[in-house]
């Protein structure tokens, strides 16, 4: 029969619903029976892509022996991370304090009170790979509960001192240019000059930190800087983690070449990646990387979307119970499909051999720093449409508001960029979507699939929604954008920031009450809610004047400062988001009618090129200024006309293009 998941939205959760464990979801009836029959707690935590939750499944939770021993001896709760993110935050830190790394599979043992005494990642249903096995840890930890509870309390006590610590550690210092050179000095050291990337296998495409290297090109002309970034991407684009016939990118890579991926496909890394493919093309003027970012897009909106608007969040990394089944071909199977003539340059350019690359089969992976020739486009359309006929892997259709909020960001800059409709109409279709379903009694949520569960929104889901309409707004200027962004951080401020701690956490008042309050500084795989919020603050000040979003920003910043130049690679949103702090910001307002003729030759102006310190604001004739920036600002003498401002103080208005083209050069 199926167990108490098979009612629940969440895929994740629906994959064990037919386990012979007695699952509960997270709520409060696990935690109510396992204080009424004194029973320890086992939290097992993952997600719906991740191959070894499906390993550890298919070897322990499906098991009859296993399951027996976890229903006779625990309250089971099974919990999908990405939709509570501020429990797998917590657990997690405690399972890094009790073992020095952390992943997913978790498995936390935990009191009634849920206080994490004993925990760990994956373990195999018998001992193997220098593990024990789960067995054997299920006798344990029972055991220790039942017999020596002061010993586990004083353990959980022991765990919880050290998470505290670890997630409240500040690393206050002077905040300024040094900060930045000293991060970018970091980077260096840790970069792969031979592969790209920063450190070794697993290798990471780290899009954030080589966002703030672009960034810091662009301000310095720094040729490290640009070696860096143009290996990185080269590199990327070019492995087998990238997708050559369907586009978009996989989790990372299992090697330091690129060329073994872990074969899921997350939407916040092609958010990241596919923005930072736009802007590095966009600066470098390289057209390689906008066709990697427009195949990334493509994709999205071929396999990610839903009708109603938002994008699903993840692609498996198995198929047919195999890890990248869907994606590598044999030698053979290309030749049949394609002929002979036809397939021998597609099989030199893409690496293609009889043996293989990758367990005798390849992985299709390519030259760095190259298109695929024309040629071989039909090829590849032959190919992607065959591999069509495959069994798919699965896909976690749940909407998160943060990751959305990332999509966004990627889609507006990309209609920004080079002027899509269709991108822009896919951008203002996700923000109706989340402003609209993704609310309950005027809140965000986390979560929408199928209405429920109402999980509330965290911090990162407030403050990545909100840098993705203030990146809409810079395209599609219409005020409801612009406010709604300036809501939701007015909400985060409100529910999130302690003003006398000087912090923002992830969870609100509206969330459950953990063993510790959710609070994470990690630039991860996602931009942590600290980052990413302080970058929406500093863009709204620029365009508000509220001087009380340039402060809350400038604590955080400077709280955080010296763990950022410490260790970049954790950080990298946060630096983009101190390099804008300590820029000479550029506003430039415009008032006109967008549909003329002569405003949009203003827009195209303000808009061109790579300006990552430059803010944009339009009004249109006879609408109620938006923002602060606005107020003042008309047309001049019937003519749509351009102010260039910074810091609130603007130079005549202009209204010839060339004219606006000359005050905002070498600026932005």
Known sequence: MPNRLASEKSPYLRQHANNPVDWYPWGPEAWERARREDKPVLLSVGYSACHWCHVMAHESF?????????????????VDREERPDVDQVYMAAVQAMAGQGGWPMTVFCTAAGRPYFGGTYFPPADRFGRPGFPRVLLGAARAYREHRDDCERNADTILDQVRHNLGIKLRGAFGPATLHEALARLQESFDPDHGGFGGAPKFPQAMALEFVLRTYHRLEDFHAR?????SLDEMAAGGIYDHLGGGFHRYSTDARWLVPH???????????ARLYFL??????????LVVARETLEWVMR????????WYSALDADSEGEEGRFYVWTYPEILTLLGSE??????EYYGVTMNGNWEGRSILCARPGTEPPAALADARSRLLAERENRVRPGRDDKIIAAWNGLMLEAFADAARILGDRVYRQAAEACADFLLTRMRQDDDLLRIWNGGQPAIPGFLEDHACVASGLLALYAVAFEDRWLLAARDLADRAIAQFWDEGAGEFHDAGPRHDTLVIRARDTYDNATPAGNSAIVDVLLRLHALTGDSRYREIADRVLGDLAGLAARVPVGYGRFLCAA???????VEVAIAGDPASAATEALIDVARAGYAPYRVLALRRPGQEPAVPLLEGRDIQDGRPAAYVCRDFACEAPVADPAALAELLRNSG
């Open 280 to 289: 590095a093309g966009q600066r470098l003027g390289e057209p390689r990387y």
């Open 342 to 347: 036809a397939a021998e340059p597609f099989l």
């Open 303 to 310: 396999e990610m979307t839903d009708p109603a608007g938002g």
């Open 62 to 78: 499906e098991d009859a022996a296993i399951a027996a021993l976890m229903n006779e001896h625990f309250v089971n709760v099974k």
């Open 579 to 585: 390099d804008f702090a300590l820029a000479p910001v």
């Open 263 to 273: 074969f899921e496909k997350m939407l916040y890394d092609n958010a990241l990646l």
């Open 227 to 231: 070696r860096m970034l143009v290996k």
